[in-house]
């Protein structure tokens, strides 16, 4: 952002005076913003925005080895969210192989998510503590192998213990991804490139409804898919061996950072949790309003168009295609615009239009309408996440870049973990007409009630919550704990230097 010299009022502390100022300063043009400058002194002043730029010129601005970087981490979340969408496509198919209802079947998605809220705090701060690329080449090698351990349970009650699993692993993927991906960008391209980010998740959804769709409406065609998912995370990282750990992180270590005691990380943390606690609940809270935003209007869409439309297999998923597509284009192009609007404006009006545009998703009938009302909705939806990944950076506390975010967005995925049950629970037990007169599930009416309430929730969380569009990533500073320490190494060899001073002017008066 451009610097303007206007002085502005310090960043309000606490959590009412923090809202008020962030409603008031929604409808600022200006950002206020703390500068440090090269002395150390920080004050608050209000900057513009910089002018939008071509986006061909910014991504020109990644350097090769930036890009792979990038490529690597967008690869990753995009075979996780292939494994997970292969589930969740193909709910009829496992109703109908383990002879239990969708309902059932969904309970797989929601221990799936539970369980990722564990793995995220265990591989992100695997990844803040030994790096971003062992934890990511583990959790993506047994994310493959857990794909392949799905084919072969012969029980339900084998399948929900694998998806368990599988879900703790799933969670470690997100924060270390994006922690590589985005901590090379430069600074004007970050909201461009969050946008991109963010849509492999989409971008893993629709490779998960090509292979769907590929493979046939047949019940046991569902192992195919898997098959393919195995393979697609499998690869990813035996990729990411071939890749140098974080250019970040390897600066941390050089600045002494690998000389750490044992325990004196988890006591960073605590420190860390101590001071950012504010932050840290709001980031939770925002991320269950936005992990409810997409599992419900997502997750059971293809069920939707199967037994309240009355579409096939192949419609129904052609139909997903489009709708995800949709999801691609909004992240992107959102995510882009909110480097020039700010995030949080972004997110609000993509929010407030996803919330308009209910009616148009839920009614129309037939596979071309369904396609378009799909592609436009999601357009939003998705579009509001691509803010996401850069937004939560950007407030994460600097030396915790890798586990806050990841660790946020999973326990709001955790506690929103039922939401395709609860969708699908209501559904099932509220009939109503189709438009060929048949007593069907009512997965129109439910979802587009629980996505309105979202889109309102989300829209009023992130109207009141903070923005710090444009920190600067170059230099992650230690935690305070780290610096405490530091400062009393430096106290002490201050001390030391100056009784020795001390001592040798003596011995040279004697």
Not at 479 to 498: M, V, W
Request: proline share 4%; glycine share 8%; aromatic share 10%.
């Amino acid at each position: 952002m451009a610097t303007t010299y206007e002085p502005a009022d310090p960043v309000a502390k606490g959590t009412l005076a923090t809202a008020r100022q962030s409603w008031s300063d929604l409808f600022k043009w200006k950002q206020r913003v703390e500068v440090t400058d090269e002395h150390g002194e920080t004050h608050t002043e209000w900057q513009s925005p910089e002018p939008l730029q071509n986006p061909i010129s910014l991504m020109a601005q990644l350097s090769a080895k930036d890009w792979l970087y990038f490529v690597v981490g967008f690869s990753a979340w995009t075979a996780d969210a292939f494994d997970f969408h292969a589930l969740s496509i193909q709910t009829t198919k496992f109703a109908a192989f383990y002879k239990r209802s969708n309902t059932d079947i969904t309970t797989a998605i929601t221990l799936t998510l539970l369980l990722r809220s564990v793995g995220a705090a265990i591989f992100g701060l695997a990844g803040d503590k030994w790096g971003r690329k062992w934890p990511m080449v583990v959790n993506m090698l047994v994310l493959g192998l857990l794909q392949v351990a799905t084919i072969y349970c012969s029980t339900f009650q084998q399948f929900l213990g694998v998806r368990s699993l599988f879900g703790l692993f799933m969670g470690g993927v997100y924060g270390n991804a994006i922690a590589m991906a985005l901590e090379n960008c430069p600074m004007n391209a970050r909201g461009l490139m969050s946008g991109i980010l963010q849509q492999g998740y989409s971008f893993g959804y629709v490779i998960a409804a090509c292979a769907n769709l590929g493979v046939g409406g047949s019940t046991e065609s569902w192992k195919t898919v898997f098959w393919i998912g195995a393979g697609i995370s499998i690869g990813v990282g035996l990729i990411r061996i071939c890749f140098p750990e974080s250019k970040q992180f390897i600066e941390a270590k050089k600045a002494g950072k690998e000389a750490k005691a044992a325990g004196q990380f988890w006591t960073e943390t605590k420190a860390m949790l101590a001071k950012e606690w504010r932050m840290c609940i709001y980031c939770i809270i925002l991320m269950t309003w936005f992990n409810y935003y997409s599992h419900t209007s997502q997750d059971s869409y293809t069920t939707f168009m199967k037994t309240q439309k009355h579409l096939s297999n192949s419609p129904a998923t052609r139909a997903s295609i489009l709708m995800k597509t949709g999801a691609c284009v909004g992240g992107t192009i959102i995510g882009y615009l909110s480097q020039f609007v700010g995030r949080r404006r972004a997110i609000v009006v993509a929010a407030i239009m996803s919330a308009l545009l209910i009616p148009a998703w839920i009614l129309p009938e037939g596979e071309r309408s369904l396609s378009v009302s799909g592609f436009f909705i999601q357009f939003f939806v998705q579009g509001a996440w691509g803010v996401i990944p850069i937004h939560l950076n950007e407030l994460s506390p600097p030396a915790f870049r890798s586990s806050f975010p990841g660790i946020t967005y999973q326990l709001g995925n955790m506690i929103s973990s039922p939401s395709a049950q609860i969708v699908n629970a209501i559904a099932e037990s509220h009939l109503i007409k189709s438009n060929q007169g048949k007593l069907v599930s009512s997965y129109g009416p439910t979802m587009g009630i629980a996505t309105a309430i979202i889109a309102t929730g989300i829209a009023v969380t992130t109207a009141l919550g903070p923005e710090k569009r444009g920190r600067k990533f170059a230099n992650v500073d230690p935690p305070d704990a780290e610096k405490d320490l530091e400062a009393g190494r430096t106290s002490s060899n201050s001390s030391r230097d100056e009784d020795e001073k001390v001592g040798v002017e003596h011995k040279e008066k004697v």
